[in-house]
C-alpha cells in the first residue's frame, strides 16, 4: 500500500507555530505523530485527538539533561501516549538506543533517507525503525526543488509506506531555503526562540513559495494518509 505518515518534530517550537500547523492538520483530518521536546499547552490539550512520542536530545549540552539517564528520565516525564521516539539530530548510539527500549520505547525513527521508500526493519533491541522519506530541513538543505518535479512524483508514486516529518517552525515560517531558517535561529536568543509571538513569525514568514507549500503538495497527492499507531497494529 502506498501511504504516508505525517511526523511532527516539535524542535522547541513556539506555541503559535505548534498551533498553527495542528491546526492545518487537523482541518484536513490528519492525525499527526509527534515527537516532542517539551510541555506544550496545545499539545496536552488534544492529547486524546494526537499520537505523541519523544525527542530526546543526546548530546552534553542538551536541556534534557548531561547524561544519557538523565536525558532519558526527563523525555519520559513529558506527556506523551506513544511508545516510539526520533533522537533530535538523530544523536544516538547504542547506549541510548538500548535505555530508551529499556524505557519502554517501541518504535525508533532514526533513518532519515533522501526520497527512498525503506521497510521497517528490527534493530538488536527489538525496537521497530520506521525510516524517514522526507524530512523538511535535509530537504532544504539537499536544495531540491519547492514544486512537484518528475524526479519527487516519481519517488511518491513508489509502492510502500513514506514518513515525511515537518518542524512546526519551518512550516509556519514557510522557509524557503535551508540558509533562511538559519539567519532567523541565529538571530535570535533560545529563549527568545521558544516565545516567538504569532506576530513574529507573521514578520517571518516568506511570502513566495516555501516548504509549507511542498508539503501540502505532498499531503495532496498522496491516496492514503496513515499513522505510526497503525503501523504498530501492523507488526
Known amino acids: 500500500m502506498n501511504s504516508l505518515i505525517i511526523t511532527l518534530d516539535i524542535d522547541w517550537a513556539c506555541e503559535p507555530a505548534i498551533e498553527d500547523t495542528l491546526d492545518f492538520l487537523k482541518n484536513l483530518k490528519i492525525t499527526p505523530t509527534i515527537f516532542t521536546t517539551h510541555r506544550s499547552p ?7 485527538e494526537l499520537e505523541v512520542g519523544l525527542h530526546p536530545y543526546f548530546d552534553t549540552s542538551s536541556s534534557h539533561g548531561s547524561t544519557i539517564p538523565e536525558i532519558v528520565s526527563h523525555v519520559m516525564s513529558l506527556p506523551h501516549n506513544l511508545p516510539a521516539f526520533r533522537c533530535h539530530r538523530y544523536a544516538q548510539c547504542n547506549t541510548s538506543r538500548q535505555a530508551m527500549a529499556e524505557a519502554g520505547m517501541l518504535i525508533s525513527s532514526n533513518v532519515c533517507t533522501d526520497l527512498e521508500t525503506v521497510p521497517c526493519f528490527k534493530d538488536r ?6 525510516p524517514i522519506f522526507l524530512e523538511d530541513g535535509g530537504y532544504l538543505w539537499r536544495k531540491h526543488p519547492l514544486v512537484m518535479n518528475s524526479y519527487l512524483k516519481e519517488m511518491m508514486k513508489k509502492e510502500g509506506m513514506k514518513v515525511i516529518t ?3 517552525m519551518h512550516f509556519a ?4 531555503d535551508f540558509g533562511y531558517m538559519y539567519k532567523i535561529k541565529q538571530s535570535v536568543s533560545r529563549e527568545a526562540w521558544k516565545n516567538m509571538t504569532k506576530s513574529t513569525l507573521n514578520d517571518f514568514r516568506w511570502k513566495g513559495r516555501g516548504i509549507r507549500d511542498l508539503l ?7 491516496p492514503k494518509i496513515s499513522s505510526l499507531r497503525e503501523l504498530i497494529a501492523a507488526n
Request: glycine fraction near 4%; avoid cysteine; proline fraction near 7%.
Open 216 to 222: 501540502v503538495d505532498l499531503i495532496q497527492m498522496s
Open 166 to 168: 515537518i518542524h512546526p
Open 173 to 176: 515560517i514557510n522557509t524557503p
Open 125 to 130: 533491541f527489538g525496537l521497530l525503525e520506521v
Open 42 to 48: 496545545r499539545i496536552e490539550a488534544s492529547l486524546s
